[in-house]
């Protein structure tokens, strides 16, 4: 069982940045695929970036070159940083554990970031 909790969103100014982060509980963290997901007001739920458990990482075309995620397995962390923020990016944010091997699929309740002037 995996648990995650996301913090760092919040209200940016476009061209801005903004850290997010997902603190994971459990066991075997290092095993799981770590990912970032949003979901825009009308829109499905998205992949923003990956990072695997063998250390890929892996964007969706729209953030590359902005967003960077990482990890630090020591800490069970998981982190996304965001710059030069335009209002499409506007979303709640979740992390996202994933198992395909074991059938595990974990969610955070999500972190609301909102880009306007």
């Known amino acids: 069982q995996v648990q995650l909790v996301e913090s760092g969103g919040g209200l940016v100014q476009p061209g801005g940045s903004l850290r997010l982060s997902c603190a994971a509980s459990?066991?075997?963290?290092?095993?799981?695929?770590m990912g970032w997901y949003r979901q825009a007001p009308g829109k499905q739920r998205e992949l923003v970036a990956g990072?695997?458990?063998?250390?890929?990482?892996n964007y969706v075309d729209s953030v590359k070159g902005r967003f960077a995620i990482s990890r630090d397995n020591s800490k069970k962390m998981v982190y996304l940083q965001m710059n030069s923020l335009k209002p499409e990016d506007t979303a709640v944010y979740y992390c996202?554990?994933?198992?395909?091997?074991?059938?595990?699929?974990?969610w955070g309740k999500g972190t609301l970031v909102t880009i306007s002037s």
């Open positions: 990072f695997s458990s063998g250390g890929r990482t």
């Open positions: 996202n554990a994933k198992s395909t091997g074991l059938g595990l699929d974990y």
């Open positions: 459990g066991s075997f963290f290092v095993i799981y695929d």
